[in-house]
């Protein structure tokens, strides 16, 4: 067996296709030289996908980036990013090539990335299928957070529902995140605070979230996190670090005393679920946090409850 690995090493190595691999946080683990030259990596550097977008953008090198805001960018292209099992797209480079790029990802969240030289095809050719790969990207993004919209999240819950379960974490999980009290934020200080708050939310979960998981939004301020071959112990343990996090927000300029909270319902997958029914009892876990004080997670079960470790802070203070 390492006589193979080594042998395909070689290969990789000494071929113009460009070849990555990527760990399930997203960091690069392997790429060939021909990878490393196109995008300005050291042979022994092994960052970030994020950061070698975030690097180069900045250096004017690499992929072409089409966005006035690169980090709302990063915020809308990761929250799609590895989250179905292949994808196949072009790219432009800065110095004018063209790649036809193809993702594999493994149930565990390992992503394999090869891409070839195609700039010799037609323009206008390319042309037509750039626009056609904008607008499926446009069809799968909620236009304000910039994260996945219910479609996509839809279809990724249905993927996880028919994958085999795992020894430890069955089919899996799914999340769904409310913000709490939010409709005073539209009603006593305009929509431009409200979509701040949930701008602000979507960026910081979507931080959090795993390659293997998927997170978007499913209209007002309801967002559903997919959990793929999780338990239900583990996908609270992932909600109570956002919960943590969330605390901490100020996204109002100018009004540090302005915090926000969400609740959280937990439901696992089951054998024979739909979509329809294990979103059903999320909705209904999530009623139970609402009922129970908000700012926490109910997971449904026979052990219901885990509360929050910090009491509420109001949406917006007295004055």
């Known amino acids: 067996m390492d006589s193979v690995l080594a042998t395909l090493v070689q290969m990789f190595d000494g071929t113009s296709v460009l070849v ?49 805001d690169f980090e709302a960018w990063l915020v809308s292209t990761q929250s799609r990013r590895g989250k179905s099992g292949f994808r196949a797209y072009e790219t432009d480079l800065v110095d ?3 790649l036809w790029m193809t993702e594999s990802v493994r149930g565990d969240g390992w992503m394999l990335c090869i891409a070839s030289d195609i700039t010799g095809m037609r323009a206008e050719d390319r042309a037509v299928r750039q626009d056609r790969d904008f607008a499926v990207k446009a069809s799968y993004t909620d236009e304000l957070t910039g994260v996945a919209n219910r479609r996509f999240v839809t279809e990724r819950i249905e993927e996880m529902l028919r994958r085999p379960p795992s020894r430890a974490g ?17 009603d006593g200080h305009g929509h431009q605070a409200g979509d701040l708050i949930l701008r602000d939310f979507a960026r910081r979960i979507a931080a959090m979230v795993r390659r293997s998981d998927c997170f978007g939004r499913m209209g007002g301020d309801e967002f559903l996190l997919v959990l ?70 109910y997971c449904e079960g026979p052990e219901p409850e885990r509360p929050a470790i910090a009491q509420q802070p109001r949406l917006y203070p007295n004055n």
Not at 20 to 39: H, I, S, T
Not at 241 to 259: I, K
């Open 96 to 98: 004018g090539r063209w």
């Open 228 to 297: 793929p071959r999780t338990s239900i112990e583990q996908a609270a343990l992932v909600v109570e670090r956002m919960l943590a996090v969330v605390r901490t927000a100020r996204p109002v300029p100018d009004r540090g005393d302005v915090a926000y909270t969400f609740s959280a319902g937990l439901a696992e997958g089951r054998a024979g679920d739909t979509v329809a029914g294990l979103y059903a009892r999320a909705d209904k876990a999530l009623y139970s946090a609402k009922m129970s004080g908000r700012n926490r997670i």
């Open 170 to 186: 069955g089919l899996g999980c799914v999340a769904l995140l409310d913000i709490d009290h939010f409709k005073p934020v539209n």
């Open 20 to 68: 990555a691999a990527y760990d399930q946080f997203d960091r690069l683990r392997y790429a060939n030289p021909a990878f490393r030259a196109a995008f300005f990596l050291a042979d022994d550097e092994t960052p970030l996908w994020s950061d070698i977008m975030r690097r180069n953008h900045g250096a004017g090198r690499g992929s072409v980036i089409r966005a006035e």
